[in-house]
């Protein structure tokens, strides 16, 4: 499937800052077999006193800005093509659940998508009691690692309610874990933190997914939305498998990564420091649009 992007992220403050840096994760990824980047171009309005723009450890696109001078707001645009493929189904090849430290631990390499980096709690996901009882729980005895993927997302799915009044960026997992409610980062940093607690190494994928207006409603420009995932290793046979619990889904065409990390630390669309006094207005206007490329 092919899509044309498009993304406006405004920040506006009370007071001039006169100083402000960024690293920002909003270039989409090249991803040999599964994702190509036909051309994007992201632009920072005012221009940054410095820019560069290369691979963090993840292998992410990131772009590092700085202003030395002040500014009172910042523009971020980007418009990207991009071509997804859909994967083939596949077959079950995923190591047993009881096996698959075994294989973890004869991984030797810290390369950064090394399934090391993606088993103990980072940044933002911390494995709690709670939610490892709950992953336990769901999965039968015996089950491969990918059934045991699969239970959870399911059953985050249905016990959790997608409400966006009800968390905010900075919500921890464990607290949208215990009200049931969130947004997909909510429903990926819970599911990667009952994966982790079961001994399945998971991470956080951040990017793209076109969605679809209320039946008989016309389509709203700019009413797209990023959207968050997950990522979990399955053995030495199966490798990285996705999956959206938000929506109960393995990954497919319809899903556009960004990037790749631990938790949303890692990807967030854009993070830095300031020196500004008051507040802050943000707003933000999605369009992914498929197209047949013809």
Not at 44 to 73: C, K, L, Y
Not at 107 to 116: D, K, L, N
Not at 232 to 255: L, Q, R, S
Request: hydrophobic share 40%; charged share 20%.
């Amino acid at each position: 499937m092919n899509y044309d992007i498009s993304l406006i992220v405004e920040y506006t403050y009370d007071h001039a800052s006169d100083h402000a840096r960024n690293v920002l994760h909003l270039l989409p990824l090249n991803i040999p077999q599964e994702q190509a980047i036909i051309a994007s171009l992201l632009t920072v309005d005012p221009m940054p006193q410095e820019r560069w723009d290369g691979p963090d450890f993840f292998g992410n696109t990131a772009t590092w800005i700085t202003f030395h001078e002040p500014i009172e707001s910042i523009s971020l645009t980007l418009k990207a093509q991009a071509s997804r493929t859909a994967l083939p189904s596949q077959m079950d090849l995923s190591s047993g659940l009881d096996q698959l430290h075994r294989e973890i631990a004869a991984q030797h390499s810290i390369a950064p998508h090394a399934p090391h980096h993606f088993l103990a709690n980072s940044p933002r996901v911390s494995a709690t009691p709670e939610m490892t009882a709950y992953a336990n729980s769901q999965v039968a005895p015996g089950s491969s690692a990918l059934q045991a993927v699969l239970a959870i997302g399911l059953a985050l799915h249905r016990d959790m309610e997608f409400d966006s009044e009800a968390t905010d960026v900075r919500t921890p997992p464990a607290e949208a874990f215990a009200q049931r409610r969130g947004v997909c980062q909510d429903f990926s940093h819970v599911m990667i933190a009952c994966l982790r607690g079961i001994g399945i190494p998971a991470g956080y994928v951040s990017g793209f997914l076109r969605t679809e207006p209320p039946p008989g409603q016309p389509r709203l420009a700019g009413s797209d939305a990023m959207h968050a995932w997950v990522r979990a290793w399955c053995g030495v046979e199966m490798g990285w498998i996705e999956f959206d619990p938000t929506n109960d889904t393995i990954v497919g065409d319809g899903h556009i990564v960004v990037a790749y990390g631990r938790d949303y630390s890692d990807v967030s669309p854009v993070r830095g420091t300031l020196r500004t006094a008051g507040g802050q207005d943000t707003k933000h206007f999605v369009d992914v649009i498929p197209h047949d490329g013809g």
